[in-house]
């Protein structure tokens, strides 16, 4: 393909092209008058319209040195990995979605109280992200780095702020919206299969049930005793202090008609403690391991963030000056 010399840079040749001559200024017939200005400014006229703008720039060759070419190369595999792993969690939260029959409308839980929803966000954020830092470093692209390095470092400012935000404000805001989020894994406990799992996981774990005490089930329309089927005045399996029967298999009716006896009667069948206070205690312990691993994350965020930076400053066309 031949080169115009418009796509030259000042000053280069190409064999395909012939080496454009030297421009000179025309003889000027003004008269007599003017033949000794002519004259002084006749030898500098062909350099002053040859250099019109002292301000022409052009980008110099992609000469990358070996520790940028291993900067770019690290870049592009950090990118990858987080590229894997954020395809992966999308396509659990699709396959959960459809799953659940979200496409045909079968669902009987509001889509803002599926936990597929968060993983389908995170998926489909991570795997942008990453696919702009993996062809921004493999192609390289100054467009794709910029977007990656301003959506990287929204992201982390945001992680940042919201830790402090947790940090400083009251525990009480905290305690309120545990409590709130807990309530509405009890009223969907039946309709949403991942919600019912993470209750029982929870419950049996800390050997709790409900959120202040094994009565708050009477909140869910299958468990209240108003309800019509089997499970009226009941609690979950999760709640019994033993649920296994024969030491193998799980008696799923264990606590049904709980709800009817007295505490003392009770408290032979279930736990009549909350999951909102152990659950709490839990969190207190487990501060310093969920602090370290949002450090871990914003860190790597961090280091992929500075070796972005680092191949865009390699990549950056510079400006040369005549």
């Known amino acids: 393909m031949a080169l115009s010399p418009a796509q030259l840079c000042h000053g280069e040749t190409t064999r395909l092209l012939p080496q454009a001559p030297r421009l000179l200024e025309p003889p000027y017939s003004n008269g007599g008058g003017d033949d000794d200005d002519d004259d002084d400014g006749g030898g500098d006229g062909g350099d002053a319209l040859a250099k019109q703008d002292p301000k022409e720039w052009c980008s110099n060759p992609l000469k990358m040195g070996t520790f940028s070419q291993c900067i770019r190369y690290l870049s592009f595999l950090w990118n990858l990995v987080f590229l894997l ?91 309120d919206g545990l409590r709130d989020t807990l309530l509405l894994c009890l009223l969907h406990y039946q309709e949403e299969p991942d919600l019912r799992f993470m209750v029982d996981e929870v419950q049996r774990g800390l050997s709790c049930c409900g959120l202040g005490s094994y009565r708050d089930w009477e909140v869910n329309q299958y468990f209240n005793c108003s309800s019509p089927g089997v499970q009226a005045c009941g609690v979950p399996a999760s ?84």
């Open 85 to 175: 792993m954020g395809m992966l969690v999308l396509a659990t939260g699709v396959w959960g979605l459809v799953a659940k029959g979200w496409l045909r409308g079968d669902s009987l839980v509001p889509l803002g109280s599926d936990p597929m929803l968060l993983l389908l966000l995170l998926g489909t954020g991570t795997s942008t992200l990453s696919m702009a830092g993996c062809m921004g470093a493999l192609r390289p692209s100054p467009c794709l780095l910029r977007f990656f390095l301003g959506a990287m470092g929204a992201l982390v400012g945001v992680e940042v702020l919201g830790g402090l935000v947790l940090v400083l404000v009251s525990r009480q805001w905290l305690r």
């Open 239 to 322: 709640c019994c202090l033993d649920p296994l029967q024969n030491g193998t298999i799980t008696n799923s009716q264990c606590g049904f008609g709980v709800l009817r006896l007295g505490d003392v009667a009770a408290s032979t069948v279930v736990h009549l403690g909350g999951c909102m206070a152990p659950m709490g205690g839990w969190l207190r312990v487990q501060g310093g391991a969920i602090a370290t691993a949002v450090a871990v994350l914003v860190l790597l965020e961090a280091t992929g963030m500075l070796m972005a930076l680092k191949v865009l400053g390699d990549i950056t066309p510079t400006r040369v000056w005549d």
